[in-house]
């Protein structure tokens, strides 16, 4: 049966630690949704119940999914069928989707979009190795890119009995309870974004090739932004910014590295603990993500993802 959700605005804003006043929310009063959401999390997150996949991306309902979205910051859908064609076609609904510069993890020859995350060797073993070391650390899809990552839809194929999980951390509140000093030090500052740093930094062994460093130059973008769609302000960070704009390189990576601690305090992380089966999408404008480790050698990770390409960062 479908069920209408109700959330009250928050008007005005509310304390948050510390008498910091966080941004007024900009969501309606009452939510008329056909659907079910069961929050993940206090800070973010919701897993959606009783519509299907299929149903969620139909014309008549998809906008309601998008208001959950941009609502919860990360949608959930478990137990689901999603062959690579309807992950790309589902992915779609949200906008354009990249095809990665790393064409070594493009899984399907038919499907550039898919993005795939796999230690298993040819024979389908464990290979011992991580498919992506960037990944362990606190980043936003695309960020190196003039229009960055809007969305990222990851499904998991196989999933480990311990580990690999991915944390989410929320990009408003991060915002929100900086010092003020620190918002008056980063007010109006650019970072430079610059996958070959990130890309050499945690992979050195398989950097990228001189036509991958020429299709992805250093680009810079504001460490406040303005999601475009609820207006609210939000840390742009993680670990492909390298340095900030008009400083000292030493300086804004001193800057970079301070902020990236203070914007992912544990206590507003959402731990997400894989199943198989389960499609999880989040809003790239407002969040950082890392996966957790596992044992390479022993266990197997299967995943796929696609990633939405969204606007300029203002």
């Not at 499904?155 to 929100?176: K, L, N, Q, R, W």
């Not at 003020?180 to 945690?202: L, P, W």
Request: net charge neutral; aromatic share 10%; with cysteine.
């Amino acid at each position: 049966m479908y069920c209408s959700v109700r959330r009250a605005i928050i008007a005005p804003a509310p304390n948050l630690p510390g008498g910091v006043m966080a941004q007024p929310q900009l969501k309606r009063e009452v939510r008329d949704w056909p659907f079910k959401v069961k929050p993940l999390h206090a800070v973010l997150g919701c897993e959606i119940t009783g519509i299907t996949l299929a149903e969620a991306v139909s014309p008549g309902l998809f906008a309601k999914v998008y208001e959950a979205f941009l609502d919860y910051e990360l949608i959930l859908f478990r137990d689901v069928d999603l062959p690579p064609a309807t992950q790309v076609a589902f992915a779609r609904n949200f906008g354009e989707v990249q095809v990665h510069v790393l064409s070594q993890y493009h899984g399907y020859k038919e499907h550039p979009e898919i993005y795939m995350l796999s230690n298993l060797d040819k024979d389908g073993n464990p290979s011992g190795k991580h498919p992506d070391r960037g990944t362990l650390y606190w980043h936003t899809d695309g960020s190196w890119r003039e229009r960055t990552g809007q969305a990222t839809m990851m499904y998991s194929e196989i999933v480990p009995p311990a580990g690999g999980e991915t944390e989410f951390a929320d990009m408003y509140s991060a915002y929100d309870l900086l010092p003020a000093a620190m918002k008056a030090r980063i007010e109006g500052r650019r970072a430079i974004h610059n996958f070959d740093f990130s890309r050499t930094r945690r992979h050195g062994e398989d950097p990228l090739t001189a036509e991958q460093k020429a299709k992805v130059p250093p680009v810079a973008h504001p460490i406040v932004r303005t999601h475009p769609d609820s207006g609210r302000k939000a840390i742009f960070l993680g670990d492909h910014a390298e340095t900030v704009e008009g400083m000292d390189y030493a300086e804004g990576r001193a800057l970079i590295e301070e902020l990236n601690e203070m914007i992912t305090p544990q206590a507003r992380v959402y731990t997400h603990r894989w199943a198989a089966r389960e499609c999880l999408v989040w809003d790239n404008r407002c969040t950082l993500h890392r996966a957790t480790g596992f044992d390479e050698a022993r266990l197997k990770r299967v995943m796929r993802r696609c990633t939405i390409v969204g606007d300029k960062p203002f």
